[in-house]
């Protein structure tokens, strides 16, 4: 009886059972799965076999994700960063406040995420640390009491959490190891910094953000390629992110970025490139 | 200071054989739950999973196809948490079931209609307890682990499924109630 059932709604079933082999799409996600290091994505292989220093001198701490990693991250994007039919028409340079139940979304699917995204060590008291919105995008940092960073690139509107491609994307940029005390003062430091490609496209995006102290009042990045990106400064943290193109399976070239930070005397300071790179990296 | 190129060569060939013989399985289960369009997206995202849990992939094929498809759940139960509910949850039945189907046999057509028009009527839950076994073959351990549930829970649920597929297929279709849907023609 069950047995004539279940071969009944065998009629129903909506996808076919032919199979003509692996398609290209399909030994593609495996080439770039497999050029992945596997295992815990904080670990020293996955970033790309560079040692990750806490910073000696400064308060640069910078994230790379090699471009593998990035497969992971982002989406099916096109050509044009810009255009209509782009994942990042949307895009804008200056970020917009979510709203609380946004930034309560973003921070359930972004913890969602990293803790199910492989990560083997605890993510205590994982919460949002910073959440803004360029169009229909939102990008969340998220903290863990132990001094984590984690963040996430995402469409809400889709509850998707985390893409290899689609329009429906978001991307896991990175996840820190614990940090200590954060900046005081004017200072600012980055704790994430990522470059992510989509593998196969023609687009990717860089992310980055970090802490900063009570008298920095806003930061601005400038990119070669997007030009000034302007960061959300909030609660001690400050966080920017931009498409940006890349040549199909690569992550975006990092190099050129500076940023200008304005504390509360109206004063402001640059920071290099070659600075945050070697504080983090090392001379 | 070492660096490790990779998972041993053996953990690498295992990943590579499972893709490559669950692929289609796990395509067509992400299918059956989601918008055909992403279904190949949630697929890489799984495998990426898989890739980054590579320890933890069972070695026996039908247990990493089982795994993987918890993996696809967990990973589609997220997706739709942002949608409406009914929609994200319902699975989808075969959109070719048109009583226009040139050739097909009118009972047959008629027949399979009832059923998908029951079938529409069931609880989300009750589709999935069905789906798995019926459409994706799981035993009810496996299921049951995709779910989330215990063997226990999930042969309860199945049996209440099927019992809601009939009473609806009784009431909404009296003519139906016992009745079996023949099986296609071979062209």
């Known amino acids: ?283 | 200071m070492t660096t490790s190129s990779g998972p041993p060569r053996d953990d690498a060939a295992w990943f590579r054989s499972c893709y490559e013989q669950t692929y289609d399985d796990l395509l067509r289960f992400v299918q059956r739950r989601a918008h055909p369009s992403h279904a190949e997206d949630v697929v890489a995202d799984v495998f990426l999973v898989a890739w980054r849990r590579l320890p933890d992939l069972p070695r026996d094929l039908d247990c990493a196809r089982a795994w993987l498809f918890g993996i696809a759940y967990k990973t589609l139960a997220n997706a739709r948490r942002g949608q409406d509910r009914r929609e994200a949850l319902a699975l989808r039945v075969a959109d070719h079931l048109q009583p226009t189907d040139a050739g097909a046999d009118p009972d047959l057509v008629a027949a399979r209609l009832d059923l998908a028009s029951a079938w529409r009527s069931l609880s989300a839950a009750h589709q999935e307890a069905l789906a798995l076994r019926a459409w994706d073959g799981l035993t009810s351990p496996q299921a049951a682990a995709v779910l989330g549930i215990s063997p226990t829970a999930y042969r309860l649920r199945l049996s209440r499924a099927r019992r809601a597929l009939r009473t609806h297929l009784h009431h909404d279709h009296p003519a139906a109630d016992g009745r079996a849907v023949p099986e296609a023609s071979q062209s």
Do not use: K
């Open chain 1, 1 to 283: 009886m069950s047995h004539d059932l279940d071969h009944d709604l065998r009629a129903l079933d909506p996808t076919s059972r032919q199979t003509n082999g692996l398609s290209d799409r399909a030994l593609d996600d495996l080439r770039h799965i497999m050029s992945t290091p596997p295992g815990d994505p904080t670990d020293r292989e996955y970033a790309g076999g560079r040692a990750i220093r806490r910073p000696r001198r400064s308060r640069w701490v910078t994230r790379a994700l090699p471009a593998a990693a990035a497969a992971v991250g982002l989406a099916v994007l096109a050509p044009n960063l810009f255009s209509d039919d782009s994942a990042f028409a949307t895009w804008t340079a200056r970020p917009a406040a979510p709203s609380v139940e946004d930034v309560a979304e973003a921070g359930r699917v972004c913890g969602d995420f990293w803790r199910t995204a492989g990560v083997d060590r605890p993510l205590p008291g994982l919460t949002v640390a910073l959440a803004e919105e360029r169009g229909d995008w939102t990008y969340t940092v998220m903290r863990t009491s132990d001094g984590q960073f984690a963040d996430c690139l995402m469409q809400l509107e889709h509850g998707r959490w985390w893409s290899s491609r689609g329009p429906l994307v978001t991307g896991g940029g990175g996840l820190t190891p614990p940090l200590a005390e954060g900046p005081t003062a004017g200072e600012l430091e980055a704790v994430m910094y990522s470059g992510s490609g989509s593998g196969t496209d023609e687009v990717g995006v860089v992310a980055i953000s970090g802490r900063v102290g009570p008298q920095v009042v806003s930061v601005v990045a400038h990119d070669l390629t997007v030009g000034d990106v302007r960061a959300t400064v909030a609660d001690g943290y400050w966080a920017a992110w931009w498409p940006t193109p890349v040549a199909p399976g690569t992550a975006p070239d990092l190099d050129g970025l500076t940023l200008t930070v304005t504390v509360a005397d109206g004063s402001t300071y640059e920071v290099t490139h070659e600075e945050i790179l070697e504080d983090v990296m090392g001379p």
